[in-house]
């Protein structure tokens, strides 16, 4: 099954899923920004190789804010999943975690894994 095929609704609840399995709390904006990354990445994965350009900009059209808000966001949603969410998730998803001494991914590093997890988890089913 390809990720066009799937419903934005059912892809989102599927993404939900995943970022609080991560651990990245519901309640910052950053979670929603991120989840419409990764929303906008699984759909066409070119947006992230410029997140700055195309990726960011198109966040901030929908929620009416700046591109320079939504990577701050999306950074300290980040930030906050990688020192307190669910380590063996990150192990499993990254190959590493904030225990094993490692700095967190990047914005772009982070999104696309995820990202890419998400499609391959679809063409699965």
Known sequence: M??????????????TNIMLDVGVPA????????RDAILL???NMEVVSSVTKMLY?????????TDQKVERAIRNAI?????RGNMKTF?????????????RPTNSEYIARIA?????DIKAM
Request: charged share 30%.
């Open 116 to 120: 890419d997890k998400v499609r391959l």
């Open 27 to 34: 309640h910052l904006k950053g979670y929603h920004y991120l």
């Open 41 to 43: 990445t699984g759909r």
């Open 79 to 83: 930030e906050v999943s990688w020192n």
């Open 2 to 15: 390809e990720i066009t095929a799937i419903k934005d609704c059912e892809l989102e609840k599927y993404i």
């Open 91 to 103: 192990e499993e998803m990254f190959g590493y975690s904030a225990s094993s001494g490692r700095t």
């Open 57 to 65: 900009p198109a966040i901030a059209r929908r929620f009416k804010t």
